[in-house]
């Protein structure tokens, strides 16, 4: 009907204009085709950082430069891992320092010279303002973390009588349950260990304080006059978090009897805790199984931490996980719940738990994981994703898959994906396994390439790397580049590794080369050697010492090499027949009987067997005078 | 498919009509565009109907059924024709009382007996004439302005005469249509000597159309009832083959063969995968989309959400890798002024000052200044200068004002002694 209409308001808007007629229609007509032509767009917000970051999205990595935190300070300049770890806890820490000290001392940095003002770059108060016995006071000392303070503010309210409101109570007990009764460590205080690595830390100080039989927790939980969900759930969260896991359950089954429903955080507490209060696998997935029941029971919406949570009891379920992993991602994306990567991590490790037959079906799941994953950027939503990486790439070194290899260090590149790499720890792992399946199986151009891209900008190979890098050298035959192999060496701190000098040192003189490799292979011994000389605690190998007298010897340094004797001498270490017969013929070439005498007096003194041998080849090739005979 | 196939064949057939219909009531008016819309009729009837025959090509004992489909529609369209036909009948019989359209109403009718006459085997004649009629229609037309206006009154009088004549179309024509139809005619034919018969024509001809659409359908649902069985029967048959090498083979182009091996073997491949991850899921949640979601969303951070916020910051790496992102970390952390994205940087304190505050002044000068003369004059200047600064506050503005009226309170009496402080 509308559209006749539409065709007899269009003929009359068309013939009509000047008859006036049915302006009515006309009106109606025109206002439908307006409302169809004119697409409004929609307004285009940008956050404040945009400019910024669309500035930073032109500025590619340098490989060769060292990272951005150590580029304003020539001497913050890491070269190893170790001078890495050192600069950026020193940086951290001056830091702190700095920041400490601006704010206990905010009487001497009164003035503000930014305009419009910064307040982040004025001092915070971190005493304590309010001397009064109030709420306010209560709600201060909560905010700035003081947990014995607030505990005795609060006991101080209810000895004067004065009601504390229930959202003070509920901030009151989620800080004493999270600091488990103890005033955390403040930031910014000075502290004698590193700030770096502040999860190892706080996982050690969390797994020291353990949850106290009636602690001020439970002795305020206790004198409330009603509880609600919230209460319980800082307790329950509180108990799990502090290893109190059989009076977590405790204290859900009194919170059923209470007829009060449970929240999210409760159950995702509880679940984690579940291997700690079974012990056999059974039990523990029917426990699991009985949470879930309830969740549901009670109208509690699941969310990625609480299956995750159940991934992760799971791996400490054997058996039974491969079975139920599979069904849990089934659950959640049926649930509309998008999988973390720590969800895939704790699935690739409960395939790849203890199966010593990782054949090409397990492989299987990590390529279906990656061609799920593919291209998506992810941001951090569960402690576990960080280990996803590094996981999945020690899967692919552990099955030398290559491709897979590529496909999890394309994962890495989309977006901001590199950040989930970790800390500078996991990002070593990951980076590490990378470059060592690399090693493995791709060709020495590639792993070159790769080498000068990563090394020494995001790894500081190990010398394990090191070894894995020689070998790979070694396969494809391209031992030339040893020399510049053992400067990065040298620059990584590696020097003093023995094993990894002589694998080097014995690659080099395995085999004769043409003459300026030779050349350059006994700078490069010269080199070895004046660093083993710098360091007199370290002992020469006899093998060491031949190397390097061997290569000296192929590059006709004649007069270094038989430093390197005395050299075995010193050291009380024996050269082999070999070298010396090499040695013999050396000095036969440069027609110097005079050392030839020498060597053979040499190796009399050293007693070994082919002495008669060495000087009835002297005898016989050198003209010598009747004293050197 | 085959459900699809028969409603899309009712669905033309009705909506054929239902044009057709309309065309009836426009007929009076317009005879060429009647003639016109009829003709355009039948191509949109047949196009669908080809449509349809195009999507089951893919099923060979299918074909004959579409045929068959055809040929009925063609039938129908053939008997829409006829009603055509009859209505330009009756309308020429309205407007006209000539001899002329006497002659032509005979003609017509013949053609209507002779297509009775033949039956349904000579169909095509029948078409074959109706078009002559149509074109003689056409003649007609150009005659049609001047004789309608000298036959207006003459058609009253005629009616009788042109009743005969109806009874004996209706006569013929109940040979060729169905006992409905006659039955319809013979109603509509017994009406007509009223004298009322303008408009009752109107509503006869609808009666007969409805009666004629319900006919159809009856006939299509009937015949349509067989088509499906036999569709049924092929169908069965069909499905014993295996299907994906059926279609090949009657795919058009030979490329689908190859491709579709492609593709199914893609499949089967992803299916083995998928066969890792059986589909297979816990079902202890209902799928219910409610709000809570929402809800905790807006409920304040907890200390547990805050600390977990912090412990996901420290696990990631957020170092920044340039001098960029070191400015984005310090703008997130507050230390650096914001980049200017917009050209309201700054203007913070201003967003929720309306524009008229800063442009219209006029109204700070009502209290404190005199009406008239040089005082108020000078200070009009000063408002306009004000209204036109982007660059003050509006409360820098008033303060600008006020500084004024303090100075001229100040100056009260030196003015009033000048005599130009007025009021």
Known sequence: MAAPCRHVGHHIQKNGRFLRININQLFACSFSESKEAIVIPRKKSWNKEAVLEALASTVQRDPTAYPYQFQDDSYLSPRTSIEFKLFSLSQESGRAAAKYFVNSNPKLFTKDFAEPHIPYLMPESVALRLEEVSQEALEERISLRKVSAAVEMYDQLLQSGTAVSMETTHKLLDLICLYCDRDPVQEGTPQTEDRRKPMGRQAMDFLKCTWKENNNAERIFNLLPERDARCYSALIRGMVKHGAYAKAFNLYEDLLNNRLSADVHIFNALISAVPDVRKKNNERWDLIAELLNQMNEQKVRPNLLTFNSVLKALRQCSFLAKTFSPQILNEMKALGIAPSLATYEHILTVFFYKSASSGPSNMAILQDVLMELEGTSFTCQDPNDVLFFATAMKLCLDNKDLELGYKVHSLVEVGENWRLLGDSYQQALYYGRFFNLLCLMEHIDVVLKWYSRIVPSLLYPNPQGMKNLLQALDTDSRLDLLPTIWKDIKSLGHDNKVDLVEELLSLMARDEHSAEVQESFAACALDVKSVFGERPKKEWSTSSLSHISILLLRANKLQKAWDMLQLFKDKNRVPSGALLSSFLTACRCSASPQRAVELVQLSAAFSLPTTPELAKRTLAEFELNDKQR | ?423
């Open chain 2, 1 to 423: 498919m085959y459900r699809f196939l028969s409603r899309t064949v009712c669905v033309t057939r009705n909506h054929s009509l239902c044009v057709y219909e309309g065309h009836v009531f426009s007929a009076k008016y317009d005879n060429v565009s009647r003639v016109l819309t009829g003709v355009g009729v039948n191509p949109l009837s047949t196009c669908s109907v080809r449509c349809c025959e195009k999507k089951d090509n893919a099923i060979p004992s299918n074909q004959d059924e579409a045929t068959n489909v055809d040929t009925q529609a063609k039938i129908t369209q053939l008997q829409e024709e006829t009603e055509q036909v009859k209505a330009t009948d009756r309308d020429s019989m309205q407007q006209h009382s000539n001899v002329k359209v006497e002659q032509f109403l005979s003609k017509s009718s013949q053609v209507n007996t002779d297509g009775a006459k033949s039956g349904k085997e000579s169909l095509l004649d029948l078409l074959g004439a109706m078009k002559v009629q149509v074109t003689s229609k056409k003649r007609l037309k150009n005659l049609k302005p001047k004789q309608s206006l000298e036959s207006a009154s003459a058609a009253m009088e005629s009616t009788s005469s042109m009743f005969q004549k109806a009874t004996v179309q209706a006569s013929a024509q109940s040979e060729a249509l169905d006992p409905d139809l006659v039955a319809a005619a013979s109603a509509a034919a017994s009406t007509l000597p009223n004298r009322s018969e303008a408009e009752s024509e109107l509503l006869k001809q609808l009666r007969q159309r409805k009666l004629l659409t319900e006919a159809q359908k009856k006939g299509d649902v009937n015949n349509l009832g067989v088509l499906l069985a036999d569709m049924k029967v092929g169908k069965r048959s069909g499905r014993q083959n295996a299907w994906p090498t059926n279609q090949i083979r009657f795919d058009d182009d030979g490329q689908g063969y190859v491709r579709d091996r492609g593709i199914t073997s893609e499949l089967a491949n992803v299916q083995k995968r998928r066969n890792i991850f059986p589909a297979k899921r816990l079902n202890i949640f209902s799928q219910t989309t409610d709000e809570q979601g929402d809800e905790s969303a807006l409920a304040k951070p907890t200390l547990w959400d805050i600390e977990f916020a912090n412990e996901l910051s420290l696990l990631t790496n957020q170092k920044p890798r340039n001098g960029f992102e070191e400015m984005i970390q310090w703008t997130k952390e507050g230390k650096l002024w914001q980049y200017p994205i917009n050209n309201e940087i700054g203007l913070e304190d201003e967003a929720s000052v309306p524009f008229h505050e800063h442009v219209f002044l006029e109204k700070h000068l009502e209290d404190g200044f005199p009406r008239q003369g040089p005082v108020r004059h000078f200070m009009e200047l000063v408002v306009t200068g004000l209204a036109k600064n982007p660059y003050l506050t509006v409360e820098q503005k008033k303060e600008h004002i006020s500084w004024f009226r303090d100075y001229f309170h100040q100056k009260e009496e030196v003015l009033n002694e000048a005599d130009v402080y007025l009021n």
